[in-house]
């Protein structure tokens, strides 16, 4: 590795049904971690509905995703909008509910969904400057809705939901099954996801595979820059 690589995380609140998945962004910051690399954590400064985790259904309070988020990066923690998708080595977005409900309204509006601006900003400056791009579970329709008018055809999967791959499909991306333990990469616009938790029922020893897959491949575009 040429000299130490800085590695951006973008959450989306803390939680699986209402930002980040937790285990899934806790499971990112250890492969980073153990990657030798320096990380920095972004979310948007926004509004989010919270779920109830025990009831599964909404409680009819907001939050704020950048306070939640905040839960996960012990604080350090830095508002997307001030950052440039090139100002770091390569960027990871775990999933969770949130990647659909706050950095994007995937959730709602499917194929024609779009990304949060500040976060769509971020990934298309990414990709136009060749900064590696990692997705986790449902986060790589993130990708999909930031580049569907304008930016490349990426190579993406979101596991086998038949469904949610249509959708992407229907926002040009290119769907590729793959199973919880295993990461789709797409070596020419440096984007590699990988299913995790959109395999509900997965175990987490699993997850983690996929993950690790992910981080090795964004630290290994990194360090070759």
């Known amino acids: 590795m040429k000299g130490e690589r800085t590695i951006g995380v973008i959450l989306s609140g803390s939680g699986f049904l209402d930002g980040a998945e937790i285990q899934e962004s806790v499971l990112t910051l250890l492969a980073l971690d153990e990657s030798g690399v320096r990380v920095r954590v972004f979310a948007p400064d926004t509004e989010l509905d919270e779920i109830d985790h025990v009831t599964r259904q909404p409680t009819g309070r907001k939050r704020n995703v950048l306070v939640e988020a905040a839960r996960i990066a012990r604080s350090r923690i830095e508002n997307v ?46 990709l136009d400057g060749n900064v590696p ?65 959109m ?14 897959k992910v981080v090795q491949q964004v630290v290994a575009w990194a360090s070759e820059s």
């Open 81 to 126: 909008a001030n950052v440039r998708g090139t100002d770091v080595d390569g960027w990871v977005l775990p999933g969770g509910y949130g990647a659909a409900k706050n950095l994007s309204d995937f959730a709602v509006k499917g194929a024609d969904a779009t990304a949060h601006p500040e976060v769509a900003r971020v990934i298309r400056e990414a």
């Open 133 to 197: 791009v990692g997705a986790i579970c449902i986060a790589p329709a993130v990708l999909a809705a930031a580049t569907k008018d304008e930016g490349p055809r990426l190579q993406l999967t979101i596991g086998d939901d038949a469904a949610t791959a249509d959708a992407l499909r229907a926002m040009g991306a290119r769907h590729v099954d793959a199973p919880v333990t295993d990461a789709v990469v797409d070596p020419e616009h440096r984007v590699v996801t990988a299913p995790a938790y």
């Open 199 to 212: 395999y509900d029922d997965a175990r987490i020893s699993d997850v983690n595979k996929g993950i690790r």
